[in-house]
């Protein structure tokens, strides 16, 4: 996504790592309302909330409307 324009090197990693998690974590929890029962059988949330804290809490902000985004136009197709 353009919002991570410029991140390079480790800076870059933990944020793609972040919109990974919090995608799965998003799809995860779809998937858990549709079907009563979890796709994948750890729970993201500690991990996702760790990383949160270590981007700051503004960009974080900004990958998760990237993620809600994304989880969108899956759903649209």
Known sequence: PSVMQGHVGLDCLL?????????VEEVNDLYIRHFQQPLIPVDTTVANLIAHQLIGESFANQLDEVVHHSVDEMLND
Not at 15 to 23: I, M, P, Q, T, V
Request: aromatic residues 12%.
């Open 15 to 23: 944020d793609e790592a972040y919109l990974a998690h919090r995608l």
